[in-house]
């Protein structure tokens, strides 16, 4: 076994390396673009499914309160984080200006349903402790560092972003909500309903939308054959803060171990099983991604194994301008030409010299030097099944024939249970021997001097007779 690893790493030692450029995955939606798991120190909601068009002085609103893990005072509030998007059917909304405040003290209650958006609601808001003006350099996901932290106190406080211009910022719809639901519910998501009436024919009318109604009439096709099927939609931003209580930030980066379905242009995972002939090559697409919420600035070290023995490993150095980013990944190159990539791949030859039947279980496994929460998905492994090939298959990799050339017999080896066919050049069978030994002699001294064939199964061995 350990010569089968030393082999093992042979064949992919000095051609590993990573990609030049980190990407995401092209089939990546813009929920999977934004980190959307809530490491700790994070809060608020990361939900990326929609966008929405948003007006100068319009706010987004964070209620901390509302989310488990409830800050405490004498936290800070350190950074925010939020999506602006751009749309071509929108190209009027692509303001990049936007103002950071926090109110304190405010005298609004659990029916204050405007964690979503409003507009200049500063009264009601309470005593604004807190402000900061951004303008984003680049459309996506904006971490942006308070300049001062907010020391948070007793009193209740809101977070508050402000569109400065006509903007696009992304956020999820949230599910139906039945108007036969208590609605404290729904108050409690503190988010903007909207309002849709379904006429006869299903189509659905928007009646009520950013604390306005719309007129219902005939002229909107709405009559008495209107069916009262009513339903209200929410809508939460992604937008999120991060407290830290006394000790300092600690950048952490989420790194999931992936095989990809292929490179470049994965489309999705891999499966977790795979099935091969006995003829059929083994390739993989093992890769690291990092789900964020920091880049990964510190050295990787990923490690491949078979059925729990690590075979292979190797560590990449990562710094704060060569980094894998927040939601990109790094397909690992086992290339030995420069800019060029290849997978992971053993031929069946290889296998068989490396003695890979039956099955295996072959993990990636990733380790960063960093600060990594979540290891769950630091490991991702495959079940790869190798057909056992059939008794003649078997026999015909096995046989060999000695001593070659013959005198006045030759030995068949590794032949048990085969069928042996020996024929000279002319095509005339002169030995025929069937279920044979698993050594079988085979009488050469009525031979003539020249080449001789040896069929056992399906394979063919030649053999010159000397004499």
């Known amino acids: 076994m350990k010569k089968f690893y030393m082999i093992l790493a042979a064949l992919l030692l000095g051609s590993v390396c990573f990609a030049q450029k980190a990407m995401p995955l092209s089939n990546n939606t813009l929920d999977t673009q934004i980190n959307q798991a809530r490491e700790t120190g994070w809060y608020g909601s990361a939900g990326a499914s929609s966008y929405w068009k948003r007006e100068a002085g319009e706010y987004v609103i964070l209620r901390p309160e509302l989310y488990a893990g409830a800050t405490t005072a004498g936290e800070q509030v350190t950074k925010i984080k939020f999506y602006n998007y751009q749309n071509a059917s929108y190209a009027a909304y692509t303001s990049m200006s936007f103002t950071i405040k926090i109110y304190q003290g405010s005298g609004l209650d659990d029916a204050f349903i405007s964690q979503g958006y409003?507009?200049?609601?500063?009264?009601?808001?309470?005593?604004?402790?807190?402000?900061?003006?951004?303008?984003?350099?680049?459309?996506?996901?904006?971490?942006?560092?308070?300049?001062?932290?907010?020391?948070?106190?007793?009193?209740?406080?809101?977070?508050?972003?402000?569109?400065?211009?006509?903007?696009?910022?992304?956020?999820?719809?949230?599910?139906?909500?039945?108007?036969?639901?208590?609605?404290?519910?729904?108050?409690?998501?503190?988010?903007?309903?909207?309002?849709?009436?379904t006429d006869w024919s299903g189509a659905p009318y928007l009646i009520y939308e950013n604390d306005s109604y719309l007129d219902i009439d005939a002229w909107y096709g709405l009559d008495y054959t209107t069916q009262p099927n009513v339903a209200f939609f929410y809508q939460l931003p992604c937008f999120q803060i991060y407290v830290q209580g006394s000790g300092a930030y600690v950048p952490t980066s989420n790194l999931e171990a992936m095989f990809l379905n292929t490179y470049p242009n994965p489309t999705n995972y891999a499966a977790t099983t795979m099935t091969l002939q006995p003829t059929d090559n083994l390739t993989l697409y093992p890769a690291i991604q990092n789900n964020g919420p920091d880049a990964a600035t510190q050295n990787i070290t990923f490690a491949i194994t078979v059925d729990g023995a690590e075979a292979f490993s190797y560590t990449y150095e990562l710094s704060e301008s060569d980094n894998l980013g927040n939601g990109y990944f790094m397909p690992i190159n086992f290339s030995q030409t420069e800019g060029q990539y290849a997978p992971m791949q053993f031929t069946?030859?290889?296998?068989?010299?490396?003695?890979?039947?039956?099955?295996?279980?072959?993990?990636?496994?990733?380790?960063?030097?960093?600060?990594?929460?979540?290891?769950?998905?630091?490991?991702?492994?495959?079940?790869?099944?190798?057909?056992?090939?059939?008794?003649?298959?078997?026999?015909?990799?096995?046989?060999?024939?000695?001593?070659?050339?013959?005198?006045?017999?030759?030995?068949?080896?590794?032949?048990?249970?085969?069928?042996?066919?020996?024929?000279?050049?002319?095509?005339?069978?002169?030995?025929?021997?069937?279920?044979?030994?698993?050594?079988?002699?085979?009488?050469?001294?009525?031979?003539?001097?020249?080449?001789?064939?040896?069929?056992?199964?399906?394979?063919?061995?030649?053999?010159n007779v000397v004499k």
């Not at 609601?121 to 402000?131: I, P, Q, V, W």
């Not at 209740?156 to 139906?176: E, H, K, P, T």
């Not at 021997?433 to 199964?457: H, L, M, W």
Request: charged share 15%; hydrophobic share 40%; proline share 3%.
């Open 118 to 197: 409003a507009n200049d609601n500063d009264a009601l808001l309470g005593t604004l402790a807190y402000t900061q003006d951004f303008t984003a350099t680049t459309y996506g996901e904006q971490i942006v560092d308070l300049t001062t932290p907010y020391t948070i106190t007793s009193a209740n406080y809101w977070v508050v972003l402000q569109c400065n211009g006509q903007s696009l910022l992304v956020g999820a719809r949230g599910d139906q909500i039945s108007t036969a639901v208590d609605y404290s519910a729904y108050q409690a998501q503190t988010a903007e309903p909207e309002l849709t009436i």
């Open 348 to 463: 069946a030859e290889e296998m068989d010299q490396l003695g890979l039947s039956g099955t295996m279980n072959i993990c990636l496994n990733v380790t960063y030097a960093g600060t990594d929460p979540d290891l769950s998905d630091n490991e991702t492994c495959i079940a790869v099944t190798r057909v056992t090939a059939s008794v003649e298959e078997n026999v015909a990799e096995a046989v060999s024939v000695y001593p070659n050339p013959a005198n006045d017999m030759f030995t068949v080896a590794n032949a048990e249970g085969a069928t042996i066919v020996v024929v000279n050049s002319l095509g005339q069978v002169v030995a025929n021997i069937e279920n044979a030994a698993s050594n079988q002699t085979i009488d050469a001294s009525s031979f003539a001097n020249g080449t001789y064939f040896v069929k056992v199964n399906e394979s063919v061995i030649k053999i």
